[in-house]
């Protein structure tokens, strides 16, 4: 069977670009890292550590300082809260979003809240919830809330009018019909957009939440090495928060990929 030539140049270039720019990160990094090490030298290891210092900071956290314990707390916290941040905040955004009335009605006061810092709610929150888990996770899901609402609210207003009628057209009835299969699709990269914002801001959430508790996680090992000014330890504990944000992120993005497989 003959058919048409493949154009193998284009694939080569990309993949001639991908590992161009893999190696420029490469070169980026350990010039940061070389940078600081200088830096950490020349400067009181108390106020300004060098790379070296934190590294071995690091495994000593991982192998005798309790991180993976604390990294679990903090996982299951973050967990929590946004999960029930995603599941309130999507269908609060489906309800506003399609219905005017509800729209004019919450839209000032979810405007007013998300306006307000969550930090600044924090002293309430661990009155009116407690300092258990409660009110961890209310933190965690103010922080994580309203990127979810805000996107899905436009995605779902946004929905194309004429992909909704020829929908209807084609016999897709009741209001649960065109969410299943038009609306929520449709608005599927909204979502997902708000979901990326709402993962750095759920971390941000629940480090405030553990150091201000300092009943465990990530936080309270902050909290504990910053207490006794050793910069080291403290630094190691806070590298895993924006890794994870960046793993998190990355998983998103690789769902948002596989939810959308229908577009191509």
Do not use: C
Request: positive net charge; aromatic residues 8%.
């Amino acid at each position: 069977m003959t058919g048409l030539p493949i154009r193998s140049g284009v694939p080569a270039r990309w993949t001639a670009a991908l590992r161009g720019l893999r190696a420029r990160r490469v070169m980026v990094a350990v010039g940061v890292l070389a940078a600081w090490q200088i830096a950490g030298e020349l400067n009181n290891p108390v106020v300004f550590p060098p790379v070296s210092a934190v590294a071995v900071a690091l495994v000593n956290l991982i192998a005798h300082g309790g991180l993976l314990p604390a990294m679990g707390a903090s996982l299951k916290l973050l967990a929590i809260g946004f999960g029930v941040a995603f599941a309130g905040g999507s269908l609060l955004g489906i309800l506003l979003g399609r219905y005017r009335l509800l729209d004019v009605t919450l839209g000032p006061y979810v405007s007013a809240l998300y306006a307000t810092p969550a930090i600044a709610l924090v002293p309430l929150i661990l009155v009116w919830f407690g300092f258990g888990l409660g009110g961890r996770v209310t933190v965690v899901f103010l922080a994580s809330f309203f990127p979810i609402l805000i996107n899905t609210y436009a995605g779902v207003r946004d929905a194309p009018g004429p992909l909704i009628e020829v929908a209807r057209s084609l016999g897709v009835t009741g209001e649960l019909g065109l969410l299943r299969k038009v609306i929520i699709p449709s608005a599927v990269p909204f979502i997902m957009a708000g979901v990326r914002l709402s993962i750095g801001r759920g971390v941000v959430g629940m480090a405030v939440a553990e150091v201000y508790l300092r009943l465990g996680g990530i936080g309270a090992l902050i909290v504990q090495y910053g207490a006794v000014f050793r910069t080291d330890y403290v630094i190691a504990a806070i590298l895993p928060l924006p890794i994870l944000g960046i793993g998190l992120t990355r998983l998103s993005a690789l769902l948002e990929a596989r939810l959308q497989a229908w577009r191509t």
